[in-house]
């Protein structure tokens, strides 16, 4: 079963820190190009980076200097360490596969969304 599950967000002041997961817990993304993506209220879902099978990585803009996103082949997951953070880094984070990717970022390749995890930044 295609499932994805996020973890790791939570609340941190400006300037901190987090590293969030994307469990592949039933390992159906193997191979998969993946993406975390963000979305803040009243505000569309984003794009914030993506890593290739063979560990490709874009980033927009806003996380290209503060981002990293990487994955552990082993342990079928993919993680975003997040330094730097800023108020407007709140969001709901989530892991999908993506398709597409380019300098313009990577395109979420299925509809059906995990629960995501929650990141507040305070100022």
């Known amino acids: 079963q295609a499932q994805l599950v996020e973890s790791g967000g939570g609340w941190v002041q400006a300037g901190g820190s987090l590293t969030l997961s994307c469990a592949d817990v039933g390992r159906a993304f193997i191979g998969a190009t993946m993406a975390w993506f963000r979305q803040s209220p009243g505000k569309e879902r984003e794009f914030v980076a993506g890593i290739t099978w063979n560990y490709l990585t874009y980033y927009k803009p806003f996380a290209k200097d503060r981002f990293a996103i990487s994955r552990d082949a082993t342990e079928n997951t993919v993680y975003l360490q997040m330094n730097s953070l800023k108020p407007e880094d709140s969001a709901v984070y989530y892991c999908?596969?993506?398709?597409?990717?380019?300098?313009?970022?990577?395109?979420?390749?299925?509809?059906?969304w995990g629960q995501g995890t929650q990141v507040t930044v305070s100022s």
């Open positions: 999908n596969q993506a398709y597409e990717c380019s300098n313009f970022g990577c395109h979420p390749a299925r509809d059906d």
